[in-house]
């Protein structure tokens, strides 16, 4: 079993312009972490802001050994999307300021700012050992938690 680590840091500080707002008091939904994703970026800033799916450095999804069952043919399947979750990201800006750019709100933007922190990225399979998959293509940190894997058609 991989274990899930605690939220990292958050980056606190608020640009010009920006505006955070209250969160909920409750969830309205849960969900399980699949892994882990190992990639070569430990800090925000060195994180290109889209992964490269031809030429990007390879990175590995750690599943855990109670979904192994669920890697069955997934060698075959040339480009997945990876969902995961950016759990070292603020949530509660609703307008925000990128260094480049006005001010936009959240839902305008690919930020990794959001209600929900959940990201997406289109990548292409290296290979797949054991209950570990390679793939190019992402743009998270390391040990950032994988919610979930999906064959990309087209």
Request: hydrophobic share 40%.
């Amino acid at each position: 079993m991989i274990e899930i680590a605690p939220a990292g840091p958050i980056d606190d500080d608020i640009r010009p312009g920006e505006t955070s707002v209250a969160l909920p008091e409750r969830c309205d939904a849960g969900l399980y972490f699949i892994g882990r994703i190992r990639t070569p970026w430990t800090v925000r800033g060195t994180c290109p802001r889209r992964g490269d799916p031809e030429e990007g450095p390879v990175c590995t999804l750690e599943i855990d050994a109670r979904w192994a069952d669920a890697l069955t043919g997934l060698a075959e399947c040339p480009r997945l999307q990876v969902l995961y979750w950016m759990d070292r990201a603020r949530r509660d800006l609703v307008l925000q300021s990128p260094r480049e750019g006005a001010t936009r709100g959240t839902f305008a933007l690919r930020s990794p700012v959001r209600p929900n922190p959940i990201a997406s990225s289109v990548v292409t399979l290296v290979g797949v050992e054991g209950l570990k998959v390679m793939v190019r293509g992402l743009d998270c940190l390391d040990g950032t938690p994988l919610v979930d894997l999906k064959v990309q058609h087209g």
